[in-house]
Protein backbone atom coordinates (compact mmCIF):
# COMPACT_ATOMS: atom_id res chain seq x y z
CA UNK A 1 0.00 0.00 0.00
CA UNK A 2 1.27 3.36 -0.58
CA UNK A 3 1.49 6.27 1.27
CA UNK A 4 -1.56 8.41 1.86
CA UNK A 5 -1.48 12.11 2.83
CA UNK A 6 -2.76 12.96 5.93
CA UNK A 7 -5.81 15.35 5.67
CA UNK A 8 -5.23 18.84 6.81
CA UNK A 9 -7.46 18.65 9.58
CA UNK A 10 -4.78 16.99 11.73
CA UNK A 11 -3.64 19.62 13.38
CA UNK A 12 -2.64 18.65 17.03
CA UNK A 13 -2.70 20.84 19.78
CA UNK A 14 -1.93 18.54 22.81
CA UNK A 15 1.72 16.93 23.55
CA UNK A 16 -0.09 13.39 23.95
CA UNK A 17 -1.36 13.61 20.76
CA UNK A 18 1.62 15.08 19.07
CA UNK A 19 3.99 12.32 20.77
CA UNK A 20 1.87 9.47 19.38
CA UNK A 21 1.38 11.03 16.04
CA UNK A 22 4.92 11.22 15.81
CA UNK A 23 5.60 8.41 13.73
CA UNK A 24 3.05 8.11 11.45
CA UNK A 25 4.31 11.51 10.27
CA UNK A 26 7.72 10.37 9.99
CA UNK A 27 6.41 7.80 7.44
CA UNK A 28 4.74 10.38 5.43
CA UNK A 29 6.80 13.42 4.90
CA UNK A 30 3.52 14.89 4.14
CA UNK A 31 2.09 15.25 7.52
CA UNK A 32 1.79 18.98 9.25
CA UNK A 33 3.90 19.08 11.92
CA UNK A 34 2.04 19.87 15.26
CA UNK A 35 2.41 23.36 16.83
CA UNK A 36 5.66 24.36 18.59
CA UNK A 37 3.85 25.68 21.79
CA UNK A 38 1.26 23.08 23.36
CA UNK A 39 0.19 25.91 26.06
CA UNK A 40 -1.63 27.37 23.04
CA UNK A 41 -5.26 27.16 23.76
CA UNK A 42 -6.76 29.82 21.47
CA UNK A 43 -10.32 29.11 20.36
CA UNK A 44 -11.61 29.45 17.02
CA UNK A 45 -13.29 32.64 16.46
CA UNK A 46 -17.05 32.13 15.60
CA UNK A 47 -18.35 34.16 12.07
CA UNK A 48 -20.64 35.92 14.60
CA UNK A 49 -20.21 37.64 18.40
CA UNK A 50 -23.14 39.76 18.06
CA UNK A 51 -26.21 39.66 20.46
CA UNK A 52 -27.90 37.17 18.46
CA UNK A 53 -25.13 34.74 18.39
CA UNK A 54 -25.01 35.29 22.26
CA UNK A 55 -28.65 34.42 22.69
CA UNK A 56 -27.85 31.35 20.48
CA UNK A 57 -24.69 30.43 22.43
CA UNK A 58 -26.84 29.98 25.91
CA UNK A 59 -29.31 28.07 24.21
CA UNK A 60 -26.28 25.72 23.21
CA UNK A 61 -24.48 26.06 26.97
CA UNK A 62 -27.71 24.37 28.46
CA UNK A 63 -27.52 21.42 26.14
CA UNK A 64 -23.87 21.01 26.88
CA UNK A 65 -24.10 21.07 30.75
CA UNK A 66 -24.75 17.59 31.33
CA UNK A 67 -21.67 16.40 29.73
CA UNK A 68 -19.77 13.81 31.46
CA UNK A 69 -16.36 15.85 32.67
CA UNK A 70 -19.16 18.22 34.19
CA UNK A 71 -20.33 15.58 36.23
CA UNK A 72 -17.27 14.31 37.23
CA UNK A 73 -16.29 17.97 38.65
CA UNK A 74 -19.50 18.24 39.85
CA UNK A 75 -19.03 14.91 41.82
CA UNK A 76 -14.81 15.88 42.97
CA UNK A 77 -16.33 18.98 44.11
CA UNK A 78 -19.24 17.71 45.88
CA UNK A 79 -16.99 14.79 47.69
CA UNK A 80 -14.52 17.08 48.69
CA UNK A 81 -16.90 20.12 50.00
CA UNK A 82 -18.10 16.97 51.88
CA UNK A 83 -15.13 16.07 53.36
CA UNK A 84 -14.33 19.63 54.65
CA UNK A 85 -17.29 19.93 56.05
CA UNK A 86 -16.97 18.61 59.88
CA UNK A 87 -14.29 21.59 60.12
CA UNK A 88 -16.36 24.42 58.63
CA UNK A 89 -17.27 26.19 62.04
CA UNK A 90 -13.98 25.74 63.43
CA UNK A 91 -12.22 27.15 60.13
CA UNK A 92 -14.29 30.34 60.14
CA UNK A 93 -13.67 30.81 63.66
CA UNK A 94 -10.05 30.98 63.77
CA UNK A 95 -10.03 33.59 60.39
CA UNK A 96 -12.84 35.85 60.92
CA UNK A 97 -11.79 37.84 63.78
CA UNK A 98 -11.09 42.12 64.26
CA UNK A 99 -7.55 41.76 62.86
CA UNK A 100 -7.46 45.37 61.21
CA UNK A 101 -4.72 43.94 59.17
CA UNK A 102 -6.57 41.26 57.91
CA UNK A 103 -9.91 42.97 56.92
CA UNK A 104 -7.83 45.87 54.83
CA UNK A 105 -6.43 42.79 52.93
CA UNK A 106 -9.59 41.11 52.46
CA UNK A 107 -11.83 43.88 52.27
CA UNK A 108 -11.69 44.45 48.41
CA UNK A 109 -12.73 40.99 47.93
CA UNK A 110 -16.55 41.33 47.89
CA UNK A 111 -16.27 43.91 45.63
CA UNK A 112 -13.92 42.00 42.80
CA UNK A 113 -16.73 38.71 43.02
CA UNK A 114 -19.77 40.86 43.17
CA UNK A 115 -21.77 39.47 40.06
CA UNK A 116 -22.48 42.98 39.11
CA UNK A 117 -19.05 44.03 38.70
CA UNK A 118 -17.82 40.63 36.77
CA UNK A 119 -20.27 41.10 34.50
CA UNK A 120 -19.53 44.59 33.69
CA UNK A 121 -15.94 43.70 33.40
CA UNK A 122 -17.30 41.02 30.86
CA UNK A 123 -19.86 43.44 28.95
CA UNK A 124 -15.75 45.81 29.03
CA UNK A 125 -14.22 43.22 27.27
CA UNK A 126 -17.13 42.49 24.83
CA UNK A 127 -17.68 45.97 23.94
CA UNK A 128 -13.83 47.07 23.24
CA UNK A 129 -13.71 43.53 20.75
CA UNK A 130 -16.84 45.24 18.95
CA UNK A 131 -15.86 48.83 19.51
CA UNK A 132 -12.68 47.66 17.84
CA UNK A 133 -13.44 44.74 15.67
CA UNK A 134 -11.41 42.66 17.10
CA UNK A 135 -13.31 39.56 16.74
CA UNK A 136 -10.80 37.29 19.14
CA UNK A 137 -11.36 40.23 22.05
CA UNK A 138 -15.21 40.25 21.53
CA UNK A 139 -15.88 36.68 21.52
CA UNK A 140 -13.95 36.05 25.03
CA UNK A 141 -15.77 39.25 26.27
CA UNK A 142 -18.66 36.86 24.73
CA UNK A 143 -17.92 34.04 26.57
CA UNK A 144 -16.98 35.29 29.95
CA UNK A 145 -20.65 36.45 30.00
CA UNK A 146 -22.19 33.32 29.16
CA UNK A 147 -20.17 31.89 31.23
CA UNK A 148 -21.14 33.89 34.28
CA UNK A 149 -25.40 33.95 33.21
CA UNK A 150 -24.92 30.07 33.64
CA UNK A 151 -22.75 30.00 36.53
CA UNK A 152 -25.25 32.24 38.62
CA UNK A 153 -28.17 30.04 37.35
CA UNK A 154 -26.20 27.21 38.81
CA UNK A 155 -25.45 28.76 41.85
CA UNK A 156 -28.91 29.83 42.31
CA UNK A 157 -30.30 27.03 41.80
CA UNK A 158 -28.77 24.93 44.13
CA UNK A 159 -28.86 27.87 46.72
CA UNK A 160 -32.68 27.49 47.19
CA UNK A 161 -32.64 23.88 47.13
CA UNK A 162 -30.17 23.50 49.59
CA UNK A 163 -31.15 26.36 52.21
CA UNK A 164 -27.96 26.66 54.02
CA UNK A 165 -27.92 28.94 56.43
CA UNK A 166 -24.54 31.51 56.89
CA UNK A 167 -22.23 31.41 59.17
CA UNK A 168 -23.37 34.69 60.17
CA UNK A 169 -27.23 34.15 60.24
CA UNK A 170 -27.75 36.21 58.00
CA UNK A 171 -30.08 34.24 55.10
CA UNK A 172 -30.69 30.52 53.83
CA UNK A 173 -28.01 31.45 51.36
CA UNK A 174 -24.85 30.25 51.87
CA UNK A 175 -24.06 27.23 49.98
CA UNK A 176 -22.95 27.09 47.01
CA UNK A 177 -20.87 30.49 47.47
CA UNK A 178 -21.88 32.85 44.09
CA UNK A 179 -18.51 35.43 44.61
CA UNK A 180 -16.45 32.03 44.08
CA UNK A 181 -18.22 30.18 41.84
CA UNK A 182 -18.47 33.69 39.47
CA UNK A 183 -14.43 34.39 39.83
CA UNK A 184 -13.96 30.96 39.02
CA UNK A 185 -16.14 30.74 35.98
CA UNK A 186 -13.88 33.62 35.02
CA UNK A 187 -10.69 32.17 35.52
CA UNK A 188 -11.69 29.29 33.89
CA UNK A 189 -12.86 30.98 30.50
CA UNK A 190 -9.38 32.72 30.33
CA UNK A 191 -7.83 29.63 30.56
CA UNK A 192 -9.78 28.01 28.05
CA UNK A 193 -8.41 30.91 25.73
CA UNK A 194 -5.21 32.21 26.80
CA UNK A 195 -3.94 29.03 28.52
CA UNK A 196 -2.50 28.44 31.69
CA UNK A 197 0.44 31.42 32.02
CA UNK A 198 -2.31 34.03 31.23
CA UNK A 199 -4.83 32.63 33.58
CA UNK A 200 -2.75 32.47 36.27
CA UNK A 201 -3.47 35.88 37.90
CA UNK A 202 -7.24 35.33 37.42
CA UNK A 203 -7.22 31.52 39.51
CA UNK A 204 -5.29 33.93 42.36
CA UNK A 205 -7.71 36.73 42.39
CA UNK A 206 -10.67 33.45 42.59
CA UNK A 207 -8.86 31.92 44.98
CA UNK A 208 -8.40 35.56 46.76
CA UNK A 209 -12.10 36.21 46.65
CA UNK A 210 -13.03 32.75 48.28
CA UNK A 211 -10.93 33.64 51.05
CA UNK A 212 -12.30 36.72 52.15
CA UNK A 213 -15.95 35.17 52.17
CA UNK A 214 -14.36 32.88 54.93
CA UNK A 215 -12.86 35.87 56.87
CA UNK A 216 -15.99 37.60 56.23
CA UNK A 217 -17.63 34.90 58.25
CA UNK A 218 -20.23 34.85 55.05
CA UNK A 219 -19.12 31.53 53.90
CA UNK A 220 -18.01 28.14 55.28
CA UNK A 221 -15.06 26.40 53.44
CA UNK A 222 -17.53 23.71 51.61
CA UNK A 223 -19.06 26.84 50.48
CA UNK A 224 -16.72 28.29 48.10
CA UNK A 225 -15.07 24.57 47.49
CA UNK A 226 -18.08 23.95 45.81
CA UNK A 227 -18.91 27.24 44.15
CA UNK A 228 -15.58 26.81 42.85
CA UNK A 229 -16.38 23.66 41.14
CA UNK A 230 -19.90 24.98 39.68
CA UNK A 231 -17.61 28.12 38.99
CA UNK A 232 -15.28 26.16 36.77
CA UNK A 233 -18.25 23.92 35.13
CA UNK A 234 -19.94 26.97 34.24
CA UNK A 235 -16.65 28.07 32.32
CA UNK A 236 -15.94 24.91 30.90
CA UNK A 237 -19.54 24.92 29.36
CA UNK A 238 -19.65 27.96 27.55
CA UNK A 239 -16.26 26.92 26.00
CA UNK A 240 -17.21 23.73 24.33
CA UNK A 241 -14.94 25.22 21.24
CA UNK A 242 -11.86 24.52 23.59
CA UNK A 243 -9.26 21.53 23.40
CA UNK A 244 -12.15 19.05 24.98
CA UNK A 245 -12.82 16.41 22.73
CA UNK A 246 -10.73 13.13 22.08
CA UNK A 247 -10.92 10.98 19.06
CA UNK A 248 -9.23 7.96 17.60
CA UNK A 249 -8.30 8.16 14.06
CA UNK A 250 -7.63 5.34 12.42
CA UNK A 251 -4.80 6.02 9.43
CA UNK A 252 -3.64 4.51 7.09
CA UNK A 253 0.45 3.95 6.76
CA UNK A 254 2.87 2.20 4.48
CA UNK A 255 2.79 -1.07 6.29
CA UNK A 256 -0.46 -1.16 7.61
CA UNK A 257 -3.24 1.25 9.72
CA UNK A 258 -2.56 3.34 12.50
CA UNK A 259 -4.47 5.11 15.44
CA UNK A 260 -4.07 8.65 16.06
CA UNK A 261 -5.22 10.30 19.41
CA UNK A 262 -6.31 13.61 18.33
CA UNK A 263 -7.81 15.94 20.89
CA UNK A 264 -9.56 18.77 18.91
CA UNK A 265 -12.28 21.16 19.12
Known sequence: MGTIPLPSLLAFDDPVAAAVAAPVAAQN???????????????PTPPHTGIRALVSGLGADVKHLPALPNLYIAASGG?????LHPWDDELNARLRGPQQAARFVFAPGKYVGNTAVQIGAALGVYGVGRAAHRDKVSHLGMDLLRAQI?????????????????PDGSNQHSFPSGHASITFATATVIERHLGWRASALGYAAASYVAASRL???RHYLSDVVFGAAVGVIGGRTVTQHGRGTWTLVPLPVEKGVSLVV???P
Open 150 to 166: VTSALTTGVKYATQRER
Open 215 to 217: HDN
Open 29 to 43: PAAPSPPKDPEQKEP
Open 79 to 83: ALAAG
Open 262 to 264: MRG
